[in-house]
């Protein structure tokens, strides 16, 4: 009878596979965390005055360098055109698990 594994096969396949399932799991933390963060209630939402610096493009979303009145730079992820350069209002909203992020004004 013919076996379908041998000691060395495991031993040569073994990083492959700890490689996927550590790659797996990560992804998997990565999405609860994310849905944590969608389904825990905003705290509080601060405006602030600010300057956009650049963009990265990536298929018809903008990642945008923002910098803020204090001096500090934010990058905020946008589907709208801002022009570089230009004064606009962003918003600083808290989640109650102490999720931060920043997003435009409407």
Do not use: C
Not at 23 to 31: G, H, R, T, Y
Not at 76 to 103: A, K, M, Q, W
């Amino acid at each position: 009878m013919s076996v379908f594994w041998t000691w060395n096969g495991l031993k040569r396949n073994a990083p492959g596979v700890i490689l996927f399932i550590g790659a797996f799991a990560v992804m998997i933390m990565s999405a609860a965390n994310k849905w944590a963060n969608d389904a825990s209630p905003i705290r509080s939402v601060d405006t602030f005055d600010a300057n956009v610096e650049s963009v990265q493009l990536d298929h018809g979303r903008g990642i945008y360098l923002v910098s803020i009145e204090n001096g500090s730079s934010v990058l905020i992820d946008d589907d709208r055109p801002h022009l570089i350069g230009s004064r606009t209002s962003i918003e600083r909203v808290t989640r109650d698990n102490g999720f931060v992020f920043y997003r435009f004004v409407n």
